[in-house]
């Protein structure tokens, strides 16, 4: 049986995207893995950038994560606030 990755959630900052500094291969928009990563299994190794900041030294491969994962991210906030309860007013 495979485990689910937990996430901690990042609050909203200019440099939404986390990168894993050990490695330098895993990318993470707003949120990063706990315990560790899942590649290189570092602990407290991620720090924020901007996806142009990622465009200007990272791989391609590391491009190419920060825009799906930017792109997931979009199609789950639609979702999830369609999900969300709506009070009603008087």
Known sequence: ???MQSFWPVSHRDDD?????????????RK?????????HGVSTYEG?????????GT???IAKAV???EAAAVAQPAAEATAPVEATD
């Open 17 to 29: 995207f986390w990168v894993c500094m050990s490695c330098l291969t895993e990318v993470f928009y």
């Open 32 to 40: 990063v893995p706990m315990p560790d990563c899942p590649s290189c």
């Open 49 to 57: 950038f901007t996806l142009e900041a990622i465009r200007d030294w």
């Open 68 to 70: 799906a994962a930017q």
């Open 1 to 3: 049986m495979a485990s």
């Open 60 to 62: 391609e491969e590391l």
